[in-house]
């Protein structure tokens, strides 16, 4: 008796055990941690007859603070804040340069080793005990496109200080070190991951940015050097896994009602200029049976391209968004169309396969039409972006151990998980998008999603680290 009730003692004292629940004669006692102390002694002095068959320890369970991720959004939304009510946190203006200054006073005060690097990304340290191991970052993004919500990004940069502040108030120090980064200009294209990435060209630093100054002036407005910018690049090996909570933007979570997203990649997204070509004639006097009309022809690709998107199974999605009929009267048979094609997927083979069939399905409307359908592949192509399996793993396990439902999801929208993709394994976790509206004023996650989202955050750098 006595040696059980030492080694319960032990584990009382070492691991903060929250509950402890015996079978006393079969019969099973449950007693919280305010009461173990009592329970403890009164074991002491317990009568030999019982027998003490089993005992369930359960380990007190460290989470995150949701009040404090919730006051933290509403205080990061009001940066850039108009009086109208929308926002304006472009990167590189007032807004953005406001928010990020009260983010690094934050990060100051959790202790965090911080610098800016010449790509204008902020950088948080938080020392592991073992040196020789590579760090763990986590971040995202606070700046927000024109007139965007307080979300986007906002969710991944508040958890990823909430993770520090967490350890902190639990006297946990890491193995790994912690590496928060906030990204700069993650609207404008990735520029501050591209950057980390390499990817950051002379001729991308001189293009102006939605700020109105080229990319090279705004880096240089919020601490970077665009000069240097090479330096800020991280060899591929660098970092052990990089991390990003992010909401959906989407509305497929809170449809399906699941609490967490696990991300299994950002797709790719190719698009094509297409030009169809017909002959520009009098509305009038051509008639309906010689007509070589552009934008009717263009008509039945709008629809060929949908079917050929939705004959095979799968998340892809294709869309022709963009149209101009030339020239463009009232009484002028339509003679070139432009549209913009865009399909997007995990796969890069997969988009291949659609444009193929779509191409096939011109051709048809082109020979019927007596008109010519040409495509021209855009540079602006993305490349899909996967995200590490084992990651996509960890954080099942954690959504699961914390009693969360998940799924397995792609992310539609770009990422700067995508450019950390190519230096290291990445994973990204989401959370509900109430009505799936991102990009918007009335963009809007709860605070009980966005502390879901933090908690499993929290527990797969944990497992991360344990490795
Ligand atoms: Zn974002």
Known sequence: MEKVWRHLADRWRNERLEKITFLINDMQINFKRDKMKTMLTGLLLLASGIT????????????????????????????????????????????????????????????????????GNIIGKRK????????????????????????????????????????????????HTLEVIIFSNEEGGTIGSMAMAGHVTKDGLKQVSQSGLTMAEGIKRIGGNPDSIQYSVRKKGDIIAFLELHIEQGG????????????????????WEVTVDGFANHAGTTPMNMRKDALLAASKLVIAVNEVIRSVPG???????KISAMP??????????????EIRDLSAEKIEQLFAGIEKKASTIATSSGTKITFQRQASSIKPALTDKGLQQKIAASAKALGFTTKFMQSGAGHDAQEMSLLAPVGMIFIPS????????KEFSRAVDMANGANVLLYTILKLDKE
């Open 315 to 321: 998340k892809q999605v294709g869309t022709i968004g």
């Open 52 to 119: 003490f068959s089993q005992t369930s320890v359960t380990a007190k369970t460290i989470k995150v603070n949701e009040r404090r991720i919730e006051n933290r959004i509403l205080e990061l939304a009001k940066f850039g804040k108009e009086s109208g009510g929308g926002s304006y946190r472009v990167a590189f203006t007032k807004g953005d340069i406001e928010a990020r200054a009260w983010y690094i006073s934050l990060m100051k005060k959790t202790g965090l080793e911080l610098t800016v690097d010449y790509a």
């Open 128 to 175: 592991g005990k073992n040196p020789s191991l590579k760090p763990i970052a986590f971040g995202s993004h606070i700046d927000m496109v024109p007139d965007g919500g307080n979300y986007d990004g906002c969710v991944g940069s508040v958890a990823a200080l909430e993770m520090i502040d967490v350890l902190n108030e639990n006297n946990i120090v890491t193995e």
């Open 328 to 341: 463009g009267a009232y009484n002028v048979i339509p003679g070139r169309v432009v549209l913009g094609l």
């Open 434 to 441: 109430i009505g799936g509206i991102s990009h918007s004023p």
């Open 252 to 271: 497929i979570l809170e449809k399906e009602n699941i609490q967490i997203g696990v991300v299994e990649g950002i797709v790719g997204i190719v698009h």
